[in-house]
């Protein structure tokens, strides 16, 4: 038996571009309605300014809906090749519109401030990511990868 990930997403939708300024804080980069059920939003990002002589430091990458930051916020790091950060916290969003959100570190500021600029593209997809369990009352589970037998777990008390 072959075990796959429960993965499934939607197609690559470009939010924005953005140039940030050295006054930029928290910015929005742009708004994106997620899919129906979809627990989990994948972010793209990819550096259009150049990488050198110094890599960029990280940025605060969020989606923000009227109810807050429902699947959290992660550091990502700005990336000529790109790279792809997941927000998700293992449950849909209240709400499936937002924005996407991007917050420069101060590191990034000083430089853009001394006339480099920092230049990125921000693409998105959504969909749901599973733990595994058919069981929509088991959020995770333990299986064995060569037969997918379920794994015998053990408490140990150290008291």
Not at 3 to 26: C, E, H, M, Q, Y
Request: a negative charge; one cysteine or more.
């Amino acid at each position: 038996m072959t075990l796959k990930p429960d993965l499934r997403f939607s197609n690559w939708s470009v939010v924005g571009t953005r140039t940030f300024a050295p006054d930029d804080l928290n910015e929005v980069v742009g708004s994106f309605v997620m899919d129906q059920d979809a627990d989990t939003l994948w972010t793209r990002i990819t550096l259009l300014s150049p990488a050198t002589p110094w890599p960029w430091s990280y940025g605060i990458l969020g989606f923000k809906t009227t109810s807050g930051y429902e699947l959290g916020s992660v550091k990502a790091y700005p990336e000529v090749d790109s790279e792809v950060f997941r927000l998700g916290v293992g449950r849909p969003p209240s709400e499936r519109s937002g924005v996407l959100t991007f917050e420069p570190r101060s590191f990034n500021l000083a430089w853009i401030r001394n006339g480099y600029p920092m230049s990125l593209k921000f693409e998105c997809a959504s969909g749901v990511t599973g733990g595994g369990s058919a069981d929509p009352f088991v959020v995770n589970s333990f299986v064995r990868a060569s037969d997918g037998s379920g794994l015998q777990l053990v408490q140990v008390d150290f008291s």
